[in-house]
């Protein structure tokens, strides 16, 4: 390959119609079962044939893993803790959707 300084690097990125995203705090992958989450990546945007494509480099990686939480666990544990509906949803996310944990969670408070 062939080295370029930062003028050359930025003329070729014209003439490829690229271009870099400023600012971006992170990005979501979302699966149906987990999400990819990079913070503080790098993205550059190529238009090529009327698409866009992005690319994402760099940033640090974390996973997460989806629970998928019934409304029906929702209730249960809003009414055996006494909660509102938000604060019932977050105990069991960030329980995995563990019941008994989310209602020991908040009783315990």
Known sequence: MIPLNQKQLKKL??????RQLEGVKEVIIRMEDKEIIIKQPVVTVIKAMGE???????GTEEEKVIVKIS????????EQ????????????????GDLAE????????
């Open 13 to 18: 990125m014209k003439q490829l119609d690229m």
């Open 52 to 58: 866009k494509m992005y690319q994402i480099a760099g």
């Open 71 to 78: 409304e029906e666990d929702i209730k249960l544990v809003m």
């Open 81 to 96: 803790a006494g909660v509102d509906y938000e604060t019932a949803k977050k105990a069991l996310e960030e329980t995995n």
């Open 102 to 109: 989310a209602i020991l969670k908040l009783t315990e408070q």
